[in-house]
């Protein structure tokens, strides 16, 4: 094992459940140092236990810019540098578009968007300083395909995918890598208690938002996805010679993702003549 001075450095949001959860315990298995958060940090105590020479527990509210510049300079401080930060931290919320209340998406898109880019410009200086790092955001395959009842919350990681591909072009020259990592359906809180819900129907929509919502609350627990298993592929892919802009995680997700590209395919090809004729033509230029 490296010594302590050269094992890797990981700061993980959201660590009370889920993937975080899992992530931090894999990461301090490997002998790795981590900062692990959440927002009531005693939720972290048994998952730091025998660990705590290489684990910091800090308190953390992404949506609170104080808290979030505190806790990065107390990491900062302990190990002296970040090498892989995980926006880990996120909310579901269930509905049609328009049964949707407005004050929660505004703060789901607190949690998802505003907050994970503010977790990632206070981290990026330390980083761009050594020109090294890895900053992995924890998206969805609802990132790539939207579906019924989640128009909302497809746009928030449709915005967490469109913010990440364009930092990763712009990082990629300072030697920072950046990671969207979308995984379908798995055995964590987001289908039950970490997604709220639209709290009153319109009956247009059950065939459609309504049908979706029941499948997703009748499977949460059931779901094929494992988070330990998520945890060790995340870790293979950071740690890869390439590794990819996106991972995939699931059978689901693979089959959304390849879905999504079919659909894409058919309408570019079946209207490229209509796309072409929107053009000045050549000898108009």
Request: with cysteine; charged share 20%; hydrophobic share 45%.
């Amino acid at each position: 094992m490296s010594t302590a001075s050269n094992t890797p450095v990981w700061f993980i949001t959201g660590c009370s459940t889920g993937f975080g959860r899992e992530l931090a315990r894999h990461i301090l298995a490997l002998g790795y140092r981590a900062a692990v958060t959440a927002r009531n940090p005693e939720q972290l105590r048994e998952l730091v236990a025998g660990h705590e020479e290489r684990a910091l527990v800090l308190a953390l509210d992404v949506t609170d810019p104080g808290q979030v510049r505190a806790a990065v300079s107390a990491a900062e401080e302990r190990f002296g540098r970040i090498d892989v930060l995980v926006n880990n931290a996120g909310i579901g919320y269930f509905g049609s578009f328009e049964e949707s209340e407005i004050d929660e998406v505004r703060r789901m898109f607190e949690i998802n968007v505003w907050g994970l880019a503010d977790m990632t410009r206070t981290v990026l200086p330390g980083m761009r300083g050594r020109r090294s790092g890895t900053i992995v955001n924890i998206s969805s395959v609802g990132g790539l395909a939207a579906f019924p009842a989640l128009s909302f919350y497809n746009a928030s990681k449709f915005a967490v995918e469109a913010l990440s591909e364009s930092l990763s072009q712009e990082v990629a020259p300072l030697g920072i890598k950046v990671l969207l990592v979308e995984p379908g359906p798995f055995r964590t809180e987001w289908a039950g208690r970490s997604a709220n819900e639209a709290p009153t129907t319109i009956a247009d929509y059950d065939a459609t938002a309504g049908a979706r919502l029941r499948m997703i609350r009748g499977y949460s627990g059931q779901q094929p996805g494992d988070p330990v298993r998520a945890a060790a592929a995340i870790v293979q892919a950071v740690e890869a010679g390439n590794p990819p802009l996106r991972l995939l995680l699931g059978k689901a997700a693979l089959a959304g993702a390849r879905n999504k590209l079919e659909m894409l395919q058919r309408d570019i090809d079946g209207w490229a003549t209509v796309s072409e004729s929107a053009d000045y033509p050549e000898d108009e230029r």
